[in-house]
């Protein structure tokens, strides 16, 4: 799929009228203006966009609150010729915080855990920031 450039306003998922056109490029090699124009929008189309603005907050700010969440973690890495045994398997536990901001759609994670029992030559990190949902 293709990124088509056309100078419009998309507000509310709806293409905007055309306004005055106030930006284009330019071919370097002529200085000549390039299509699209991009075009300035409306007193309406920005009293809609305003007010979608407003109507989209109200349902962010009803959002809950930050999340907290203690996890721990058990496991392995493993070479495929390697059996899997409790022996060799590393305890982690720590502490997690999520978060939405109101112009991002997934969560925000923010994760701290430390090793509870780990192997001679581990290397590990405290803490990890991730985007998005947890599998």
């Given at each position: 799929?293709?990124?088509?450039?056309?100078?419009?306003?998309?507000?509310?998922?709806?293409?905007?009228?055309?306004?005055?056109?106030v930006?284009?490029?330019?071919?370097?090699?002529?200085?000549?203006?390039l299509?699209?124009?991009?075009?300035?929008?409306?007193?309406?189309?920005?009293?809609?966009?305003?007010?979608?603005?407003?109507?989209?907050?109200?349902?962010?700010?009803?959002?809950s609150?930050?999340?907290?969440?203690?996890?721990?973690?058990?496991?392995?890495?493993?070479?495929?010729d390697?059996?899997?045994g409790?022996?060799?398997?590393?305890?982690?536990?720590?502490?997690?915080?999520?978060?939405?901001?109101?112009?991002?759609?997934?969560?925000?994670?923010?994760?701290?855990?430390?090793?509870?029992?780990?192997?001679?030559?581990?290397?590990?990190?405290?803490?990890?920031?991730?985007?998005?949902?947890?599998?």
């Open positions: 799929m293709a990124l088509v450039l056309h100078g419009k306003n998309l507000i509310g998922g709806t293409t905007s009228s055309r306004g005055e056109p930006v284009s490029a330019v071919n370097p090699s002529t200085g000549g203006a299509e699209p124009f991009f075009f300035e929008a409306t007193a309406e189309e920005v009293e809609l966009a305003m007010e979608m603005a407003e109507e989209a907050f109200d349902d962010f700010r009803h959002k609150a930050p999340q907290i969440a203690a996890f721990l973690d058990f496991g392995d890495s493993l070479a495929e390697q059996n899997w409790f022996e060799t398997a590393r305890v982690s536990a720590g502490v997690e915080v999520r978060f939405h901001l109101p112009i991002f759609p997934v969560p925000l994670r923010l994760i701290y855990g430390w090793p509870l029992r780990s192997m001679t030559g581990d290397r590990y990190s405290n803490f990890a920031f991730s985007i998005g949902r947890s599998f």
